[in-house]
């Protein structure tokens, strides 16, 4: 039995996943992950299957490292022990008699950390790795017993991990003489992400890490996925946080924070994610889509021009629309050939849309093989090679683009197209349109628009 377009996209997607998964599953071996889990995470009946999927990168050659939030069991302690403690801006003051209680529930958090990874055979382990000492008085408060990480011993952690073990440090740190210092576990992880040079720091939370509604605004650099906030490029999470701070929540800020200073000490993408959803680390960690919120440092994506060994992948991205008898089917020889004029949409290494610049004489060109893989539909990835295309044809001095669609001509006015007929098309792109398809025409005059802007 020949298979129909059902088990086709079913296969192509499946087919998508397991490429995604080897892909990342390649470029991570070796790489440092450093994982900030609140203790509302650790104690809740989700962190058994969050621990289970950070056990299967351990195994798979990823370096991890657990920094577990004490915060609410800290709470939970001191109040069945009946002591008070205030935070000031967010920051708790730990008074001296509260110390042997922060620490016993830092370090009850961490072992809960270890007692999970046990169950998988993975061996975790606390070490003395951190160098704290006192925030002292600040605009007339005194923080007590509450300390700034001074420094992160990572070339012990990293011999540690080295070894095969999955570090975990809990929110406490030493001064020179051994005194204990209370420590943020934001801050923990961000410097221990920048000490060992790590490729991701996650910041894991109980629910929606973000608010949203403020960060939704479009701005450059922010993007959003089917009405989610998606991506925040460095330049842009830095822009919120100094310019728009009353967006966040102070807890948003705090993290959002953090995460700049992550990036810009070297960490290349710091994720948010919502630590009681199953699976998320995975979805993130081997999917380019992923599930959570992403800061980055690189440009994450572009349009740049195709080569030779992105014409399979192309190919394939076509294929769903030349079933459809949107497209017309390309050979690869085809594609060889007309490799010069096609650019690519490339997102985090991974060809996903593409599109073509056929020049004809002196002033015209055919905008012609548009596709986007189905599953970043919706995104812009269209519109911006459509965009790049106009743009090289601005480049190139020439007065028209034009193009041919049956199916798509209203995507094309929305981006300013205007119909056109038969008529506009060079005598040679005329010589080969094919009736049958009943083709519409379209034109873009560049030289209009250019005189008129
Ligand atoms: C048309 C196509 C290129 C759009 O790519 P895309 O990356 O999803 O497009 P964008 O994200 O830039 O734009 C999405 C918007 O266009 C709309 N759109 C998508 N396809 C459309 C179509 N055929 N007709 C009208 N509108 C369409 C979407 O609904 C969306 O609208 P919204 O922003 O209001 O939600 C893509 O769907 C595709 O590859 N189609 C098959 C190939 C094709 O038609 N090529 C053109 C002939 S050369």
Redesign the pocket.
Known sequence: MEPDDGDFAVLHDEAAVIRDVFTYAHRFVGSAFVFRVTSKVVYSPHFPGFVRDLSLLHENGIKICVVPSGSERIDQLLASYGIETERVKGIRISPPEAMPIIQMAAFDTAIACINQFARHKVEALVGNWVRARAIGVRDGVDFMDTGLVENVHADLIRRSLEDGFVPVLPCIGWNAIGKPYNISSLELATRLATSLNATKLFLITEGEPFSDEGLQSPREGVVSREGYLSRISVQAAEALVTDWPELLEPGELDMLGHAVEACRGGVERVHFLDGTMDGVVLKEVFSTLGYGIMVHVDPFEHVRPMKDEDIVDVLG??E??VR?G??VRRSEEDMQRLRPDFVVYETDGTIR?C?ALHRYGPDQAE????????N???????????EFLLEEARRKKLSQVF??????????Q??GFTQGSADDLPPERRATYDERRKSRVFVYPLADRAAGQ
């Open positions: 991205i076509m769903a629309f459809k949107i497209l849309g599109g905008i012609a093989g548009i596709a986007v893989d189905e970043f539909g919706r995104m812009g990835v269209g519109r911006k090679v459509v193009l041919l669609t049956t199916k798509t001509s209203d995507w094309f929305s981006l």
